[in-house]
């Protein structure tokens, strides 16, 4: 018995198995660096990269969330983990995350979310990141 090569092979499954269920289609992007000046309007924006796009997974089985008060309002942040196949991108906190499309529930597209922790680990079958919700898709 060659316990490497036995962990190689079931982690290649198990990857596999866990691609299959990232059902969503999701984009990730980084501040670039610089800034975008409108010409137009002059408006300056911070400039981002598309560092990801494709498929992923919400999960929200052990949501979390934290009452703040901001401005006189109470704000609940909520936090979900999010999958991505494993060496599809190195994915970084502060990175913004936008589900694109979500066959099983069409009301999670145009959601946005902010990666909060990457949490690494040995034989991992997936990136799992832990995400705040900044926008649903129907807020701007």
């Given at each position: 018995m060659n316990l490497g090569s036995d962990l190689a092979v079931a982690l290649s499954r198990l990857r596999d198995?866990?691609?299959?269920?990232?059902?969503?289609?999701?984009?990730?992007?980084?501040?670039?660096?610089?800034?975008?000046?409108?010409?137009?309007?002059g408006e300056v924006t911070a400039a981002t990269e598309v560092v990801y796009c494709g498929p992923g997974r919400l999960q929200t089985?052990?949501?979390?969330?934290?009452?703040?008060?901001?401005?006189?309002?109470?704000?609940?942040?909520?936090?979900?983990s999010v999958h991505f196949p494993v060496g599809s991108f190195t994915p970084r906190i502060g990175d913004m995350l936008t589900v694109l499309d979500s066959p099983h529930d069409p009301a999670l597209a145009?959601?946005?979310?902010?990666i909060a922790s990457v949490m690494n680990k040995t034989a991992a079958t997936a990136i799992r990141c832990f995400v705040d919700l900044i926008s649903t898709g129907g807020e701007s």
């Open positions: 198995a866990a691609q299959d269920r990232m059902v969503d289609t999701m984009e990730v992007t980084r501040l670039a660096g610089q800034t975008v000046t409108d010409p137009a309007s089985f052990n949501p979390h969330e934290s009452a703040r008060e901001t401005g006189g309002s109470m704000r609940v942040p909520q936090r979900f145009g959601n946005r979310y902010r």
